[in-house]
């Protein structure tokens, strides 16, 4: 690709901030959808339920995405989503906490505990779609009352999936990280660049290029 129009759906400012310190070039394009996925779907077993339903929400918000872009005329451009969620044992689902107790409670479940972190990616050129997840490991310590109180009253919590952001001070809880670090903070660039790549644009290679204009 020449050029690229590279289109990141999401009001996310960590992955904004994730594909700048990356040098992909993109633009962004803030949805208002319900993402909710209908969990009556998950009937085919062939992935783990915390990695379909990521796939699901990335999913949900690449189909309005691509409508909003494609429908409106804009031509060679590649348009990316993704999602996170924490699930502290294969079959719950932490997203976002709702209020400060069920900060608490999602912080409760996770203290002394490994759990994933799970991200779901999708990208599409308008014509077909590559969708992938990514899975990490983290570790937390064992937490007090007094530390969960103080954290969830920080305000930090809110609007991260699982209820803490890694790269802030919930990053004090954690003992251990084992796969893509950036996967926990908003989104896997290793394997996004993988799925740019399929659609010949490697933006470790073209990353130098200015992003046309939407």
């Known amino acids: 690709m020449n050029g690229v129009k590279l289109i990141l759906a999401s009001g996310s400012p960590r992955r904004r ?3 700048a310190a990356a040098g992909i070039p993109h633009s962004v394009m803030k949805l208002d959808v319900d993402e909710t996925p209908d969990v009556s779907r998950y009937k085919d077993r062939s992935l783990p339920y ?10 949900i ?3 309005a995405a691509s409508e909003a872009v494609f429908g409106g005329g804009v031509a060679d451009a590649l348009v990316v989503t993704a999602d996170t969620v924490v699930s502290p044992d294969g079959t719950r689902i932490f997203g976002k906490p709702s209020d400060a107790e069920d900060a608490k409670a999602m912080l409760r479940a996770l203290s002394g505990t490994e759990h994933s972190v799970v991200g779901g990616i999708c ?13 990490t490991l983290v570790r937390f310590k064992d937490l007090t009352e007094e530390e969960i109180d103080s954290y969830v009253a920080s305000g930090e919590p809110f609007g991260k999936a699982g209820a803490y952001a890694i790269q802030e001070k919930g990053s004090l809880f954690v003992e251990s990280v084992t796969g893509d670090y ?10 996004l660049r993988r799925m740019l790549m399929k659609f010949g644009y490697d933006p470790a290679v073209h990353s130098h290029r200015k992003v046309l204009s939407v």
């Not at 077909?128 to 899975?135: G, I, Q």
């Not at 950036?182 to 394997?191: L, P, Q, Y």
């Open 17 to 19: 901030e994730l594909l």
């Open 61 to 63: 918000k690449l189909r």
């Open 123 to 135: 990208v599409t050129d308008g014509k077909r779609t590559e969708t992938s997840s990514v899975s």
């Open 182 to 191: 950036a996967n926990i903070v908003g989104i896997s660039v290793f394997e």
């Open 50 to 59: 915390p990695e379909w339903y990521a796939r699901e929400c990335a999913g």
